[in-house]
C-alpha cells in the first residue's frame, strides 16, 4: 500500500508540521497541499524529524492535481449521514476500510478537507471512497492533524505482514467502467435528476469493493452485453446463433 496524503485548502501551519511529523511516524512520504496556506516556522516546529517531508511537498491549485495518478481517491469525513440514500455522505469506518485495502501497493490519495468545514460537495463527489474515525456523537469533529495520526496508524496497521492480493483493476480501467455506466444509464433513458447521486453511488460502491482486474472485466463484459442487448433488441448468446 502506497499512501499520499492530500490535504485542501489547510488555513494553519502548524496543523500541517503535525501532519508531516505524523507522517514520518508511520512511514509515508508524499505530502500534497490544496492552496495552504504559507509555511513557516511554525510549521517546521511542529513537524520534528518530519521536515524533510515539508521540503519536499508539493502544492498545487486544484484537488484534481493532487489526485490524478492515484489508483483510489480516499476522502475523510467527520459528518456521518444517518440512512442509506445520501450516499455522497454515507461513509466506511476507517478500520474496516484499511484492512479491506491489505496487501494492496497501488497509490493511495487519503484526501483530508479544511479545518472549519471540511471537504465541499463536489471534492466528496471525487472520491472512490469516503471514510470516518467513529467519535462521540456528541463532538465527532477531530482536529485535522489529530484525524490524520489516527488515520495513517490504521492504514500502518493494516499493511504489516500481509501478502499481496489480487491485481485490481487500474484508475484508467475504473474510469473507462464508470462511462460505460454512465452510458447505460443513457441508453435506458435514466431520469437526469437521479443520475448525479445514482452516479457517486456506483462510484462509491466500486471504491468500497476495490474490485480485480477479472472482476472488471467480468462487469464491463456485463455492460457490453447490456448495450447489444439494447442496440439489438435481443441478448447477445441468441445474436450469435443467427
Known amino acids: ?58 502544492i498545487v491549485d486544484t484537488f484534481e492535481e493532487a489526485v490524478q495518478d492515484c489508483f483510489l481517491v ?26 479491506h485495502c491489505r496487501g494492496y501497493t497501488e497509490k493511495i490519495a487519503v484526501v483530508f478537507g479544511r479545518e472549519d468545514i471540511g471537504l465541499l460537495q463536489d471534492e466528496l463527489n471525487y472520491c472512490d471512497v469516503l471514510i470516518t474515525i467513529p467519535a462521540s456523537e456528541e463532538y465527532p469533529i477531530m482536529n485535522l492533524s489529530h484525524a490524520t495520526h489516527t488515520v495513517l496508524y490504521e492504514f500502518f496497521m493494516a499493511m504489516e505482514d500481509t501478502p499481496r492480493r489480487p491485481e485490481p483493476a487500474d484508475k484508467h480501467e ?18 437526469k435528476e437521479r443520475r448525479g447521486v445514482t452516479s457517486v453511488m456506483f462510484r462509491r460502491m466500486m471504491g468500497r469493493a476495490v474490485p480485480t482486474k477479472y472482476e472488471y472485466n467480468t462487469i464491463m463484459g456485463v455492460f457490453g452485453d447490456a448495450g447489444r442487448f439494447l442496440k439489438y433488441g435481443k441478448p447477445w448468446d441468441k445474436k450469435k446463433k443467427e
Open 174 to 191: 475504473k474510469e473507462l467502467m464508470y462511462s460505460y455506466f454512465g452510458d447505460l444509464l443513457d441508453a435506458i433513458e435514466y431520469p
Open 74 to 99: 480516499v476522502g475523510t469525513s467527520g459528518v456521518v449521514t444517518k440512512g442509506d440514500s445520501n450516499y455522497t455522505r454515507v461513509p466506511v469506518p476507517l478500520r474496516e476500510f484499511a484492512e
Open 1 to 58: 500500500m502506497d499512501i499520499r496524503v492530500v490535504v485542501v485548502g489547510p488555513k494553519y501551519e502548524g496543523n500541517i508540521g503535525a501532519i508531516a511529523r505524523s507522517m514520518a511516524n508511520f512511514d509515508v512520504k508524499e505530502l500534497y497541499l490544496v492552496n495552504p496556506c504559507e509555511l513557516g516556522d511554525d510549521a517546521y516546529r511542529r513537524s520534528k524529524h518530519g521536515a524533510d517531508i515539508l521540503d519536499d511537498v508539493k
